[in-house]
């Protein structure tokens, strides 16, 4: 326990005091872009970490309630080392989401359990400063503390559009500690392909 407070601390330690801080702000309630995954789960019974890095095309439509991911995962150890390539849709609506492997053809359905999550920075989120990404990116970063939801992020936004950056999770799963860090590349505004969000013919459509 004491080695995953520590982790946090620099986080949690580092609002800062402004005159001015901004309101959180939104990015556009539709958009595409790649983003980066890096995720680590400790598992608790075997003591042992599982480290995950992949691709996640996303496609991000709130006006309609429902996402498009096209992942392609890269598991390691200490399970046996295996990727996992599929399209997951989310769609909010029908609280359904389908996970479409399109190799062998297979489609699973899963009630989806959360909400869908908003374009805003959380209204109760602390700002904590605003900072250069290298020489000239100025970002702002905000931190939500969320224990019912047992997790905690570290939101980094573009400051002039808020367009994201990244994003930092620690929660705690059942059984799992995770660490979750989620870097946005080549997001644009709007939706250029909606076909993305048709199911193929051997998927349920749901009700
Ligand atoms: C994501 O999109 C890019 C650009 O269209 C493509 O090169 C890449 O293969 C895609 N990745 C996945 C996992 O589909
Ligand atoms: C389809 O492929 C996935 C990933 O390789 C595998 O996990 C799954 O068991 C396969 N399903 C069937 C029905 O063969
Ligand atoms: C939602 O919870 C149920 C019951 O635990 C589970 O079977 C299902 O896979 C979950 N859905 C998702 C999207 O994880
Ligand atoms: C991301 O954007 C850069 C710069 O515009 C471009 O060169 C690159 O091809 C894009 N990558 C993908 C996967 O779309």
Known sequence: MACKISMW???????IMVNASPTPCCKPKQWEGLVTLGMAN???????VSLTRGTIN???DYLNMREAQVQDFHVSPPFPYY???????????????????????????????SS?????????????????????????R?????PAA??????????KTCWPVSETRRSTVPD??????????????????????????YCPPGK
């Open 58 to 60: 996303t496609t991000y």
């Open 142 to 146: 905000w931190y939500v503390d969320a």
């Open 116 to 140: 869908m999550s908003p374009p805003c920075i959380p209204a109760n989120a602390q700002f904590q400063g605003t900072y250069l990404l290298s020489q000239t990116l100025e970002v702002d």
């Open 9 to 15: 601390l620099p986080f949690a330690t580092t609002a």
């Open 42 to 48: 400790y598992v608790h019974k075997n003591d042992d």
């Open 150 to 159: 047992s997790q905690a992020t570290v939101y980094e936004v573009e400051s």
């Open 83 to 113: 990727t996992v390539k599929m399209t997951v849709i989310k769609d909010y609506k029908k609280g359904m989401q389908w996970e479409i492997i399109e190799s062998n053809k297979t489609c699973t359905t899963r009630k989806l359990n």
């Open 176 to 201: 799992m500690f995770r660490l979750t860090s989620l870097t946005f590349e080549n997001v644009t505004a709007g939706i250029k392909n909606p076909g993305i969000f048709n199911l193929p013919s």
